[in-house]
């Protein structure tokens, strides 16, 4: 396995760990405990699953912690999707488009993994 900083995909969670901190920053102070600190777990999450993983010697560990990173790619869809009900965010057009792009390219890496472990 490469090093995990190689992957395409936990680059670009971590990129939007850095976008995700920065719409926050605007939430309202009332917040600053409740949905952006969930926000900001679950972004985080994302790509510590993808690296944890990829130091598993088991290809099956990897998957699993690669679909715990899918379902924190979830959450935080979730939450901007409230967010952006509520008012916290006007619009979330380009977190959604890179929430789906990392959602395709987890997606591809598990199927990936998978073909190659049969």
């Known amino acids: 396995m490469a090093n995990y900083k190689d992957l ?6 971590i990129d939007l ?3 995700v901190y920065s719409e926050i920053s605007n939430f309202p102070h009332i ?4 949905l952006s ?4 777990r679950c972004s985080v999450s ?4 993808i690296a944890e993983g990829a130091g598993r010697s088991h290809t099956k560990k990897f998957v699993q912690l690669l679909s715990v990173s899918l379902g924190s790619l ?5 939450q901007l999707e409230i967010a952006k009900r509520v008012g916290y965010i ?6 959604d488009r890179k929430t789906l792009e990392i959602e395709k390219m987890l997606n591809a890496l598990i199927s990936s993994i998978k073909k190659g472990n049969q």
């Not at 979830?74 to 979730?78: A, F, K, M, N, R």
Request: hydrophobic share 40%.
């Open 8 to 13: 395409r995909v936990w680059q670009k969670a």
């Open 74 to 78: 979830y959450e935080l869809q979730t």
């Open 37 to 40: 600190d969930q926000i900001r």
């Open 31 to 34: 917040e600053r405990f409740a």
């Open 90 to 95: 006007a619009n979330t057009q380009e977190l």
């Open 46 to 49: 994302i790509p510590s699953n």
């Open 17 to 19: 760990i850095v976008d």
